[in-house]
């Protein structure tokens, strides 16, 4: 039915699909259900096409103050920073080796695994305060949880994309995400053998920024593509179950 309801979409509600609005004129995100979309105020959808050459208060840029508070900026370029650095028994500054295990549970999302590949997990543990670092890798990627004694702190997800890298930032609080989320691109192709320590955020390309409360998404989504166009500039006034109102209809920041 979703499917169907997609074809529906591009065929009858928008021939035009690089203008992205419906044939009353009014502005849709595409990789989102079409009805969930009422209470969303969109000023770009573009996300097929060229965007739009952003103002200087939309800045693709972890400098960009409308975006970030200052503690948020300095956490995220700490974690741009360090975690292409850290492996399976060297974790984070400050932080001591406390247990390391192997698993058989693939990530659907990695490519090129072999059958019983499974996962390498290492948990760190700060020396000087109550704070953990679980730290997964499998096939050069790498995936992070940093939580404090009351269970708050951020994810980070180093990946490849395309050739390139891709580092997504989530703040955490009560074990959900509350704050940012930011994903970064590194555009350098690091060939046939890709590894997370070889991924350079230096340049602090952002390509998505949302913002969350309590689990649902509340506020800021953003999209940019390469060039620092705006492919999409959207403010969700109501708490919205993103991932839930995804469709199948997907597309790669270009």
């Not at 948990?123 to 004694?149: C, M, P, W």
């Not at 320590?197 to 340049?203: I, P, Q, R, V």
Request: hydrophobic letters at 35%; proline letters at 3%.
């Amino acid at each position: 039915m979703k499917l169907v309801y997609i074809l529906f979409v591009l065929l009858v509600l928008a021939p035009d699909v690089l203008g992205q609005t419906n044939n009353a004129g009014k502005l849709f995100i595409p990789f989102l259900d079409y009805e969930s979309q009422s209470n969303v105020e969109i000023i770009v959808s573009d996300v097929f096409g060229h965007g739009e050459a952003s103002s200087i208060g939309l800045t693709n840029k972890l400098s960009n103050t409308n975006l970030f508070q200052p503690l948020e900026r300095k956490t995220i370029e700490y974690a741009l920073a360090i975690y292409t650095k850290i492996s399976t028994n060297s974790g984070p500054p400050g932080t001591s080796l406390v247990d390391f295990h192997r698993t058989n549970i693939l990530n659907g999302n990695l490519t090129g695994r072999k059958i019983g590949d499974g996962q390498w997990i290492s948990k760190f543990q700060y020396t000087n305060f109550s704070a953990i670092e679980e730290v997964v890798f499998g096939s050069g990627s790498l995936f992070a949880k940093y939580r404090d004694k009351s269970n708050n702190g951020y994810n980070v997800h180093i990946g490849r994309f395309g050739s390139g890298s891709s580092c997504r930032f989530m703040e955490i609080k009560n074990g959900q995400p509350n704050g940012v989320l930011a994903d970064f691109r590194d555009n350098h192709p690091q060939g046939a053998f890709w590894d997370h320590k070889l991924a350079n955020f230096a340049d602090e390309h952002l390509v998505e920024y949302r913002h969350y409360s309590n689990g649902l998404v509340f506020g800021d989504v953003l999209l940019w593509n390469k060039s620092g166009n705006v492919l999409l500039q959207a403010k969700f006034k109501t708490p919205y179950e993103f991932e839930n109102h995804r469709t199948e209809l997907q597309f790669q920041n270009r």
